[in-house]
């Protein structure tokens, strides 16, 4: 135990630059699964990158939605803003709705969004808006998933054909996502945001008091998260993050799926120093607890010069073989 506590609380004391997020059986995506893959060519021709940015931000602040069906109402409200119709940028149009992701006055005054903190909740600025709509879906339990995210949209506008047309579009924007085994793992981690950090913390059963500075605190460290999560898609890990990087399939950066496990060491080259552990999220983004004083997030990994330089490999947990006698 002592050696998983060490590894861990050490892991990411240096600064990163960390977003907290407040993350299918169906065609949309991973729309049901609340696990949206990345966005695929048709969704960065067809979404203004500036829109798209706001869309992916937007949905990290409801845990489990998904960036595609945010991005898809979006689509079919306004085209992403590029609709001349009337009460996209001004006014309003027939049903009182206005801007871009087309809010009636009385719910934009319940869900507005300063976004861009210019200190003014403006339905027709998308900044605003979006992460507004982000903001009433997850109201409407979007981050759920499955029959909840759909009465959400349904919500968003009351129609049957609307949920089917939102569902539809979605599934054009978004790869194709994690299903099964590391799909459950992310969404169990998910639910755990905001889980403050405790040295050695945290098992297959959920957050625990740890020991030394984590002692006063329920909660999880590194490794503790990680086989939490990956116990709810019925796969146990070992305790200390070394040994979980001895656990499943070994799999190469370029193949990442939702639920893998992200290795960083002291040396890159030596396993033996490997110090922390994560779930990888996608979009580059991971899910993991850092340090003391912290809780569990969601950072950014790629392009993150820090986390770039200890990374060391990747797994898939795998469950047991059974051999027959």
Excluded at 179 to 186: L, M, N, P
Aim: glycine residues 12%; contains cysteine; aromatic residues 8%.
């Amino acid at each position: 135990m002592k050696v998983a506590v060490s590894v861990c609380a050490a892991a990411l004391a240096l600064p990163l630059s960390l977003v907290i997020l407040a993350a299918g059986h169906d065609s949309a995506a991973g729309a049901d699964s609340g696990v949206a893959g990345a966005p695929i060519a048709e969704a960065r021709r067809d979404i203004p990158p500036a829109y798209l940015r706001w869309y992916l931000d937007a949905a990290q602040t409801c845990p489990g939605l998904p960036w595609n069906v945010l991005a898809a109402i979006g689509k079919i409200e306004t085209d992403h803003g590029r609709s001349t119709a009337p009460g996209v940028h001004s006014g309003e149009n027939s049903a009182g709705a206005g801007g871009p992701m087309q809010f009636l006055t009385a719910t934009w005054a319940a869900y507005g969004v300063d976004g861009d903190h210019d200190g003014t909740k403006d339905r027709y600025n998308p900044a605003d808006a979006i992460p507004g709509a982000a903001h009433y879906l997850c109201a409407n339990h979007a981050g759920q998933g499955g029959k909840h995210l759909r009465n959400a949209i349904w919500q968003y506008n009351h129609a049957d054909w609307y949920v089917r047309k939102v569902l539809t579009q979605a599934a054009r924007y978004a790869a194709p996502t994690a299903t099964g085994r590391g799909a459950i793992a992310v969404k169990a981690a998910l639910r755990r945001l905001g889980t403050p950090y405790s040295w050695g913390g945290g098992g297959p059963t959920g957050p625990t008091y740890g020991t030394a500075q984590g002692a006063a605190t329920k909660g999880f460290d590194c490794s503790g998260l990680t086989q939490y999560a990956w116990a709810q898609a019925g796969i146990r890990l070992p305790r200390v993050a070394a040994d979980q990087y001895n656990t499943g399939t070994h799999i190469p950066r370029t193949r990442l799926q939702p639920g893998d496990l992200l290795f960083f060491a002291t040396n890159p080259t030596n396993p033996a120093t490997i110090h922390h552990v994560a779930i990888y999220y996608g979009h580059g983004r991971m899910i993991h607890a850092p340090h003391t004083g912290d809780i569990v997030r969601i950072a950014q990994f790629t392009g993150n010069p820090y986390l770039e330089r200890q990374y060391t490999a990747a797994t898939r947990p795998t469950p047991p073989r059974t051999i027959q006698t």
